[in-house]
């Protein structure tokens, strides 16, 4: 009686692993293809090209020299980057934020238009 019980559970706890991970595969197909959308707008991107593009950020952070967030209040976006290299100019676009933190980067790039 116990192994059916538990039978059951493994079945049941089976199901939502797949339901789950089908999901998640859609999602990240999803994010693949938005990737490849943005990839030439985001693709070789630098804190210096952000700058000279929209100019002089509100706030810039700079964290044990691996990462840099340039903050644009005024649009409510943070750019954010990670170094690539050794040298100082080897920065990668790592992600982009709007005010409402969502993380969705359409959403911010209608924020800062400068970028698009």
């Not at 630098?46 to 209040?73: A, H, K, M, N, W």
């Not at 976006?77 to 050794?86: A, D, E, I, L, S």
């Given at each position: ?6 039978l ?21 197909r ?29 706030l ?29 100019v ?27």
């Amino acid at each position: 009686m116990l192994v059916k019980i538990a039978l059951v559970v493994l079945g049941i706890v089976g199901v939502i692993v797949l339901f789950k991970g089908a999901d998640y595969l859609v999602e990240l197909r999803h994010r693949e293809t938005l990737d490849a959308d943005l990839k030439p707008v985001l693709g070789g991107l630098t804190p210096e090209e952000v700058i000279r593009r929209c100019g002089t950020p509100d706030l810039q952070t700079e964290s044990d020299l691996l990462f840099r967030e340039l903050s644009y209040r005024r649009s409510g976006v943070v750019v954010k980057f990670v170094r690539n290299g050794p040298k100082e100019v080897d920065w990668m676009f790592s992600s982009i934020n709007d005010s409402v933190g969502r993380g969705d980067t359409r959403s911010a790039l209608d924020s800062l238009p400068c970028l698009k």
